[in-house]
C-alpha cells in the first residue's frame, strides 16, 4: 500500500501558491509509438522520486502508487503528495486501486469520485494509468476469482473515467499464469459456486491451467486501454525461498505462454502478448517485475540472479519481438513477503555494486522522463 510520501511545491504555477490548470493530454497519448516506457514500484517511505532518479541517473516515464478506494482522507493526502513528486519529475503515474473491502464498495459514486480525482491530476499535467483491482485471477486479495462481478466493477470504474477524465487511461492486470488457478487463497472460487463454473472454461469439473487463467475476468475492449502483467522471477520451483538463478528465456517464455520447465508444464497457458496485445490490438504492460533475493550473504550470487533476470527483461531482442510491449516497471522494494516470511530484496538500485551493473544493461530501447515539471502549456 502506498505510504507516507514527502510533499513537493514545485509545478506549475500561477502567481502566490495557485496552481495553473494544464492542457489535458488524451490518454492515448501516453502509449509510446515506439520503444517502452521505463517506470518503478517505489518504496514511497523510504525513497522519494527524485532519490530514485539520483540513483538511477535517469527519470522514470511511469511511476506506480498505490491506493485502497473508497479513498479516504489519508488514502487522499498520500495521493496528492506522490502527484507532487511526478510532476516534478514529469512521465506518468499509474495508479493501482485496491478495492480491499471486496468489489461491493465500488459503487457509481465510488466509481465517479475516483474518476473526478484522476481528472484533477490529469489538470496538474500529470497524465493516470488506472489499474484497478489487479491480480483478479489470483486468490490472495478479496476481489480474487470474481469473474463476473470483477468485470461489472471494472466497466463501472472505466466508464467512468472514460467519461469523465479523458487524460486517465484503463488497465487491466492480472498475474502470470504460472501457479493457476491460485487454490488455498482466501478467495479461491468455491467448487459448484457460479464463479467456478465461470472460470470451468472447458467444462470438466475441474479448474486447471487447461482452463483460460485470463479470459473469463476480460472487461471488453470498449473498457480496456492498456493490458498488463505482473511477472516476477520467484525462484525455479515452488515452494518459494530459495536464492535461484532464473532459467534461460523464462521472462519471455511465461509472457507467451510456452514455458517448460522446473515449475513444470505450462504450456496449456496461453500467449497473453499475442491474445491481448496482437489480437485485442492493446498496449502491453510489465507492471511489476523483478528477481526474488533473500540476502544470506552471497552479494555476487545475489547480484547475478537479478542480473540474469533484467538481462532476459531488458534483452536486445525484446522491443522487436513484442512491439506491442510498451511499459516495464521494476518493483523497488525490500520487503516482507507472506509466501515465504522472510524479507525479500527486489530492488536493483539500493547497493552500488548492482545499481551500476543495472543502470550499464539498460537498452536504448527504452524511454525515460525528460525529468522537467509535467505542465504543457496553461489554459487561461
Known sequence: MLTAVAVLTTGCTTKGTARAECVVRPAADVVPKAGVLFGVNLDWGHETLSDYAVNLGRHPAVTVAFAEVPLNVDARANLAAAVNQVRANGGSLLLTLEPAAGLAVVTDEVAADVADLTNSINREGVPVILRFAHEMNGSWYAWGQQPAEYISTFRRVAHAIHERAPGTGMMWAPNNADGYPFTGGASSAAPGSPDFKLLDTNGDGTITLADHPYAPYYPGDDA?????????????????????????????????????????????????????????????????????????????????????????????????????????????????????????????????????????????????????????????
Open 224 to 380: 480496456v486501454d492498456w493490458v498488463g502483467m505482473s511477472l516476477y522471477h520467484w525462484g525455479s520451483a515452488y515452494p518459494w525461498g530459495e536464492n535461484e538463478m532464473p532459467e534461460e528465456g523464462k521472462f519471455v517464455a511465461q509472457l507467451t505462454g510456452t514455458y517448460i520447465g522446473a515449475q513444470g508444464d505450462e504450456r496449456a497457458a496461453p500467449d497473453f502478448y499475442q491474445v491481448y496485445g496482437v489480437d485485442h490490438a492493446k498496449p502491453v504492460a510489465i507492471p511489476e517485475t523483478g528477481a526474488f533475493v533473500i540476502h544470506r550473504g552471497d552479494d555476487a550470487g545475489e547480484l547475478a540472479i537479478k542480473q540474469a533476470w533484467w538481462r532476459q527483461v531488458f534483452s536486445a531482442d525484446i522491443a522487436v519481438r513484442f512491439p506491442n510491449l510498451k511499459m516495464i516497471n521494476w518493483f523497488e522494494w525490500d520487503k516482507l513477503e507472506a509466501e515465504v516470511h522472510q524479507r525479500v530484496d527486489w530492488t536493483v538500485v539500493n547497493d552500488a555494486p548492482t545499481r551500476h551493473a543495472f543502470t550499464a544493461d539498460l537498452p536504448a530501447w527504452l524511454d525515460f522522463s525528460d525529468g522537467e515539471v509535467a505542465c504543457p502549456v496553461p489554459t487561461n
